[in-house]
T-cell receptor
């Protein structure tokens, strides 16, 4: 039981390049999330998917797109990377769509640098 | 809108002493409150949560937190700190009245706990 997995672990991009961050969970969770973590700012929600087939914007969605490929997988795409997107990206999942009090389970993160 | 504040960037404590990491929140209704811990180069791990009931919540690794509605606080505590408790701690909140379908949480900026031998 791997929990939440993310690939890649590290990535360096040049400004304007594109890439997709992959996330998968094997806990049969309904909801999945993408966060970015910047020093002193905690975690900020980029996009989330309450259930398979739905996605919604979070606090900081500009410059990102997401795809909920199936119940297990939720990818984050940067179409044209900018230095301001240098950050650590975390994927998370939680069990139930209506489980407001369910804790979230986090992946190990992807450290992205945009030059 | 929901928000959470962690007023201390860093807390230093000697091993064996009690520790407190502070968290205050703002919601329009009633809160669901969470504490998470992050060790270096790792994702966040759930420690404990307050949903309803007893104001003192016990969680993993000997941590506990006290919900205080009048002070809108949810401080994390441990009676005797260990060097291995050194990590980054995040408080998070969700407003029960906030009708977002995805169980969205708002996180504080984090507090670094340093426990010295």
């Amino acid at each position: 039981n791997a929990g939440v997995t993310q690939t890649p672990k590290f990535q360096v991009l040049k400004t304007g390049q594109s890439m997709t961050l992959q996330c998968a969970q094997d806990m049969n969770h309904n909801s999945m999330y993408w966060y970015r973590q910047d020093p002193g700012m905690g975690l900020r929600l980029i996009y989330y998917s309450a259930s398979e087939g739905t996605t919604d914007k979070g606090e900081v969605p500009n410059g990102y797109n997401v795809s909920r490929l199936n119940k297990r997988e939720f990818s984050l795409r940067l179409e044209s990377a900018a230095p301001s997107q240098t950050s650590v990206y975390f994927c998370a999942s939680s069990p139930r769509r209506d489980g407001a009090y369910n804790e979230q389970f986090f992946g190990p993160g992807t450290r992205l640098t945009v030059l | 809108a929901q928000s959470v504040a962690q007023p201390e960037d860093q807390v230093n404590v000697a091993e064996g002493n009690p520790l407190t990491v502070k968290c205050t929140y703002s919601v329009s209704g009633n809160p669901y409150l969470f504490w998470y811990v992050q060790y270096p180069n790792r994702g966040l791990q759930f420690l404990l949560k307050y949903i309803t009931g007893d104001n003192l919540v016990k969680g993993s690794y000997g941590f506990e937190a006290e919900f205080n509605k009048s002070q809108t606080s949810f401080h994390l505590k441990k009676p005797s700190a260990l060097v291995s408790d050194s990590a980054l701690y995040f408080c998070a909140v969700r407003d029960i009245q906030n009708n977002n379908a995805g169980n969205m949480l708002t996180f504080g900026g984090g507090t670094r706990l340093m426990v010295k031998p």
